[in-house]
């Protein structure tokens, strides 16, 4: 059994309009089962839960109560299971759905050193099925913000769109809605986010790629192969903000972050 597997990705952002911009790049995640963190502790020497490690995996990075755990992690405090702090939040969305797996997919710290833009919790009733997803987003300020998604048992390939409420790139104005979707088809994945001001396209960003086991020659190898180091999304996006900058994309303030940490997505009507 692989409790934690890696995901080889390549990522692509897309702006839309004038001054256009677009950019591709590899990226290495993992995607790891939250309730058996205990068997993926001891999947590779070079992986760890909670420890430092080539690559590693710390629960105090997420969840709804991020700003907490940083805190308490500061007072050396024990990290708290975060697989009982989605559960709780599916259960207020899902009240008579039992979630039996929670599955995230997520860039891994690398010599204990990371940036999150956007990690996807997956959330399984006892069949199996997909039926609640987290859309957690960190931007560069140190705040982050959830948009949760409802899918609904008979439509396996919903599209769910969320009202904007965190300022992520201070190329955009902190308005606008974005368009949320994850799929996954065997070993093969995708997360597909379509930002939208003015009910038109803005920015396209995605991810897509294939599982892999996590081992110790495979991320040794993986590394090498998405030519990945510490901080790599943080210092990916630096370096996009300058090229966005010389081409006098319009600079948008940080404005204070908002007081929920939760927001719920709706599902996007199709039309015939």
């Known amino acids: 059994m692989q409790a934690v597997r890696l995901a080889s990705s390549i990522i692509t952002h897309t702006r839309h309009g004038t001054p256009s911009h677009f950019l591709s790049r590899s990226g290495l995640s993992i995607l790891i089962d939250l309730d058996n963190l205990v068997l993926a502790n001891t999947q590779s020497r070079l992986f760890s839960i909670d420890k430092f490690n080539l690559i590693s995996f710390y629960q105090s990075d997420y969840g709804t109560d991020y700003l907490q755990k940083q805190k308490r992690k500061k007072q050396g405090a024990a990290p708290d299971k975060l697989a009982n702090n989605i559960r ?24 204990n050193l990371n940036f999150n833009p956007i990690s996807v919790f997956i959330c399984q009733d006892i069949d199996g099925n997909d039926r609640f997803v987290i859309y957690e987003v960190h931007n560069t300020f140190g705040d982050a913000h959830s948009y949760v998604a409802v899918i609904d048992e008979h439509q396996k390939t919903e599209t769910h769109i969320a009202l904007k409420k965190m300022h992520v790139s201070p190329f955009f104005p902190n308005e606008g809605e974005y368009m949320l979707s994850y799929k996954r088809r065997g070993d093969s994945f995708s997360v597909i986010v379509r930002y939208l001001k003015d009910t038109k396209p803005a920015l396209t960003a995605t991810m897509r790629g294939n599982l892999y086991p996590l081992t110790s020659i495979d991320i040794i190898k993986h590394i090498i192969a998405n030519r990945q180091f510490p901080l790599r999304p943080l210092i990916s996006i630096h370096f996009e903000a300058v090229k966005l900058f010389l081409k006098k994309c319009i600079y948008h303030p940080r404005p204070t972050p908002p007081d929920i940490s939760i927001s719920q997505s709706q599902i996007r009507k199709r039309t015939k």
Do not use: G, S, V
Not at 88 to 110: C, D, G, M, S, V
């Open 88 to 111: 709780n939040i599916a259960h207020e969305y899902l009240p008579n759905t039992p979630i039996k797996n929670i599955f995230l997919l997520t860039f891994p710290r690398i010599f």
